[in-house]
């Protein structure tokens, strides 16, 4: 404990990681943690002073680089600077790339009901330290169950700074319903193409940058099991966070004409009434599916607050 | 940059000032919304499928295609097609059936032989050696054993057919393809459809159907699903409907044929009972149960080849035997129960005779009889036991000699001009027959469904609703059979 708090406090950022000394190190915050050592050598841990400022500027975007600036806090979630929210199917590896960040062993089962709470831990990367939410897997977020209910009011009133949804590269059809309906309420959203080698295996040729570029988020390929793609999708996350990168999300089209239409006339009255709300769109969607929850909101002035947070 | 977050839902606000125009706005979306008409959430996962579809096809190709991929395609295309989904459906169900039926006969007779031929005998000689008072020896070996014993011979040999052969075919991956199929079907019911998949359970126990509409989100849809479920056929009334299809309606054809109607008949009550569910789902969900139907999307699973032998194994241990034991711990009292009827009597009449005399007006009203009724008193712990109080009450009413070991005994035979023999002589024609039919599968379902219907829905008044329900309208349809049978039988 002692040399946990001393790490916080007084050491400089280590540099690269290949001396004894280090590797010392990220074998406490191993055990601290409570995972197992970790043979990959992208993701050896380093310590870092929480606030601690970056002197190589020019560096700062290189994932390579910030790659070995991961710290896995577990659930310590003390001064967060930023809030990352996981959403995703069930069954697509959120919870490995949520163990993979945090260094917890966060269990969800895979039974409608069970994974109705949201896991939360903690990690360091570049700069910033993240906050990391764990929703539960579901299929959708028109929100028909409480799991549904749990992600999408985490998305919706929790505004996390960005929204990570983990997709199954070998169902990308199904797994996108989801991403879409995010991207309707979200800007901030980074997609994690995850099991690209189980893609690979089904003899799966998936294009992400065809993807990223239809769907107006940046799109990150992983391995979640076998870490890999890890540190790219960290920096894609850290970009969007910071405001490096600014998305331009997709917004679904094949709606029938009658229903485009009452959407844009709900659209601009919201917009005229909520002059920040950042998803009128959204929202004018559920009023019209006559969501309880989101009448609740707009009624309850929830949603103008939000304008003000 | 550090963005609040206030956890929770509620945050504070206050709701006497809210933002102005909001009244306007969800007035506006109201009026908006009946303007586009119900199907808004529809069209709405439509656009949303449509263009992930669009989005999914520019980016994944797939160069070397595994003829997997393929393969799993047409079978979906075939099994839920327009056409070809629903004949395939009954195909395969009523070849379960008939594998069912015929399979079980035999093993079922080596049973019977075994533990009653030769059980029953052999514990009266082990009781008269105890000196064991009459009474006693009644109540154990004439009451208990032989209702246990008849229990595990009926039941476990289809049980050990059946449960397999469903596991093995829910292990391929057909079950959610049947869901599918029904779903469109359940909709329009305005009910779940995932309650399509807790009625397959159903046709196990309907207890285990109970529990299994878990899956279903929405409590209306959920309560829907719990009350219909009686409507599966579990596997506690199928030795009933085995039993009388073969008796009297396979008995109308020929013997090449007898095997073949008898599992027709027996898919056309599953089906019947389908069909009910549908349409108390939809009266329900125009009444009492009023709302909107909420869209899932459910998930075709890669078809994988079955584990068989693992199958077996878990099926035989998870399902059967525990089912089984089940049934046998209902049958111990209830043989009691009816062993004690019987042999109590009251001015030289037993209890048993008093009873039936008193409900024969009622179920020949019914077009069944007094026997059948006192007999699905007695068999509310458990529909298995409803045929061995039938075959026991009907010798003890009728006095065929002969047959059976003598009052308050249920006994087995499989030899089915004896039965006729003794139906015949209880009065029974084939409107008794079909209205039994009818009535094992529309009545109030048994104690532990209705215990587990509390302890799910945790309210009395939707236990009562789910338990009286299915009762009523197994009086109606019997009631209305037997009068119009009546009537054309007295027209010809």
Known sequence: MNEHSDRNNGHQAAPAASDGKELNFSEEVQLLSGEMPDDDPNFTLTVQPAPAGHSAAGCATCPSHNAAHLQRLGIDMANWNYVVALAGNPNVGKSTVFNALTGLRQHTGNWPGKTVGRAEGGFEFGASRYKLVDLPGTYSLLATSLDEEVARDFILFGRPDVTIVVADATRLERNLNLVLQVLEITDRVVVCLNLMDEARRHGLVVDERRLARDLGVPVVPTEARQRKGLAELLQAVDDVATGRVVTKPHRIKSEPPALKQAVGQLTAQLERAFPTLPNARWVALRLLDGDPRIVEAVQRGELGELDAA | ?492
Not at chain 2, 9 to 17: E, I, T, V
Not at chain 2, 226 to 250: E, K, Y
Not at chain 2, 268 to 290: D, E, M, Y
């Open chain 2, 1 to 492: 940059m550090t963005v609040g977050f206030a956890p929770g839902l509620s945050r504070g606000h206050d709701q006497n000032d809210p933002p102005p125009g909001v009244d306007a706005i969800l007035a506006e979306a109201q009026r908006l919304r009946w303007e586009i008409g119900g199907d808004f959430h529809q069209a709405l996962m439509e656009a949303i499928y449509t263009d992930a579809s669009n989005i999914a096809d520019r980016a994944v190709t797939r160069p070397g295609e595994r003829p997997r991929f393929d393969l799993d395609r047409s079978i979906d295309r075939l099994v839920t097609s327009r056409v070809w989904g629903f004949p395939l459906m009954l195909a395969m169900l009523t070849a379960v059936f008939w594998i069912t039926i015929t399979g079980a006969n035999i093993p079922s007779q080596l049973l019977a032989d075994l533990l009653i031929g030769k059980g029953v005998p052999l514990l009266h000689s082990i009781a008269a050696a105890l000196n064991l008072p009459w009474w006693l020896s009644g109540l154990l070996i004439d009451g208990m054993y032989l209702a246990t014993a008849w229990v595990v011979s009926v039941m476990l040999p289809p049980m050990a057919i059946f449960f397999p052969l469903f596991t093995l075919l829910e292990d391929f991956g057909y079950l959610p393809r049947v869901a599918f199929n029904l779903d469109n079907l359940y909709k329009k019911a305005g009910a779940h459809g995932k309650q399509s998949l807790s009625m397959m359970m159903g046709f196990g126990c309907n207890a285990a159907g109970v529990v299994a509409t878990r899956i279903i989100d929405s409590p209306r849809e959920r309560l829907i699903a719990i009350i219909t479920n009686n409507f599966a056929l579990c596997n506690g009334r199928w030795p009933t409907q085995i039993l009388i299809a073969s008796l009297f309606i396979g008995g109308l054809a020929s013997a090449q044929w007898a095997g073949l109607i008898s599992a027709l008949s027996v898919v056309g009550i599953a089906l019947l009972g389908v069909l009910l569910s549908f349409l108390l789902s939809f009266s329900l969900s125009r009444t009492v149960l009023k709302g909107q139907v909420s869209t899932f999307s459910l998930e075709l699973p890669p078809y994988r080849p079955p584990r068989v032998l693992q199958t077996i194994y878990t099926s035989i241990i998870d399902r059967t035997l525990i089912v089984l034991w089940r049934a046998v711990t209902f049958a111990l009292p209830a043989g009691a129960v009816i062993w004690l009827i019987s042999n109590i009597h009251v001015g030289g009449v037993s209890l048993a005779e008093y009873l039936v005399n008193f409900l024969n007006p009622l179920g020949l009203l019914l077009g069944l009889n007094g026997v059948i009724l006192v007999a699905y008193i007695v068999a509310i712990p458990a529909n298995e036991i409803v045929i061995p109080t039938i075959l026991m009450l009907t010798v003890l009413t009728t006095g065929v000699t002969g047959l059976g070991a003598g009052a308050g005994v249920m006994f087995e035979t499989d030899n089915s001009a004896d039965l006729m023999t003794l139906f015949t002589a209880g009065g029974w024609t084939l409107l008794t027959a079909v209205n039994l039919m009818l009535f094992s599968l529309i009545h109030n379902p048994c104690s532990t469904t209705i215990y587990t219907i509390f302890k799910e829905t945790g309210s009395r008044k939707w236990t009562a609703v789910a338990a009286l329900t299915p009762l009523a309208m197994g009086f109606i349809v019997t009631f209305f059979v037997a009068q119009i049978w009546r009537l054309v039988a007295g027209a010809l």
